[in-house]
C-alpha cells in the first residue's frame, strides 16, 4: 500500500492562533482529500485537493504531488475547529479507487 | 443534490447479535466505499463496489462481514455476529467516475456501532 504520514499528531492552540498541519504520502497520487471529523465522529470534506492550493474562509490547503505532501492551514482558530484533521490519498499509477488514510492529527482549540 | 446518507446513525447491540448497516450513495455515483475506525485507529478501506460488483474487497476483515449493493443503488454491510472489537465508527462513501480514480469521494455521516 500507501504510506501516509501526518503530523503533529496532537496539537493544542489558544483560540485567535495559526496552525498549519502536514500529511506526507509515500507514493504518487490521484487524489488527496482533507476531513475533519468532528466530535459527533461525522466526517466533514474539507477540501479535494490532489494538487495545488485552494481556499475555503479561514482554511486553505496546498498539495506539492511532486513532493509528496500536503499542507493545511488553519488561521484565526476557533473552538469548533477543535477534532480530528485526516489526510486521505488514493494511489496514481492503478486502477484502484480506495483511500489510505493517515492517522490524524487531533486538535484542541481552547477558549 | 442530497449527500451521501447512512441508517442507523448509532446501534448498540451485544456481542453475538446481528448488525445490518445501511448506505445510499449519491444518485448516479457509480462508485461506492465502505470504510471504519475502530478503538480510535486509523480509518480503515473495507470494500469498494462498482455498481452492484464488488471490484476490491481486500480490506474485509474476516468472513462475519458481508456488503451487498443489489441493483447497483444503495448497500448493506451486515455484521455476524458482532464482536467487541467491530465497534466503531463505519463509514461510507460515493463517487463518480470507472476505473482510473481520482474523483472526489462524498461521505456520509458514518454509523456508530457499539458492541457489547
Known amino acids: 500500500g500507501i504510506q501516509v504520514e501526518q503530523s503533529p499528531p496532537d496539537l493544542i492552540l489558544q483560540e485567535g492562533a495559526n496552525s498549519t498541519l502536514r500529511c506526507n504520502f509515500s507514493d504518487s497520487v490521484n487524489n488527496l482529500q482533507w476531513f475533519h471529523q468532528n466530535p459527533w465522529g461525522q466526517l466533514i470534506n474539507l477540501f479535494y485537493?490532489?494538487?495545488g492550493t485552494k481556499q475555503n474562509g479561514r482554511l486553505s490547503a496546498t498539495t506539492v504531488a511532486t513532493e509528496r505532501y500536503s499542507l493545511l492551514y488553519i488561521s484565526s482558530s476557533q473552538t469548533t475547529d477543535s477534532g480530528v484533521y485526516f489526510c486521505?490519498?488514493?494511489?496514481?499509477?492503478?486502477?484502484?479507487?480506495?483511500?489510505?488514510f493517515g492517522s490524524g492529527t487531533k486538535l484542541n482549540v481552547k477558549p | 443534490e442530497a449527500g451521501v446518507t447512512q441508517f442507523p446513525s448509532h446501534s448498540v447491540i451485544e456481542k453475538g447479535q446481528t448488525v445490518t448497516l445501511r448506505c445510499d450513495p449519491i444518485?448516479?455515483?457509480?462508485?461506492l466505499y465502505w470504510y471504519r475506525r475502530v478503538m480510535g485507529k486509523e480509518i480503515k478501506f473495507l470494500l469498494h463496489f462498482v455498481k452492484e460488483s464488488k471490484q476490491d474487497e481486500s480490506g474485509m476483515p474476516n468472513n462475519r462481514f458481508l456488503a451487498e449493493r443489489t441493483g447497483g443503488t444503495y448497500s448493506t454491510l451486515k455484521v455476524q455476529p458482532a464482536e467487541l472489537e467491530d465497534s466503531g465508527v463505519y463509514f461510507c462513501a460515493s463517487s463518480h467516475g470507472a476505473a482510473g480514480g481520482g474523483y472526489e469521494q462524498y461521505f456520509g455521516p458514518g454509523t456508530r456501532l457499539t458492541v457489547t
Open positions: 485537493i490532489p494538487s
Open positions: 444518485s448516479g455515483h457509480d462508485n
Open positions: 486521505a490519498v488514493e494511489r496514481g499509477r492503478h486502477n484502484f479507487n480506495k483511500f489510505y
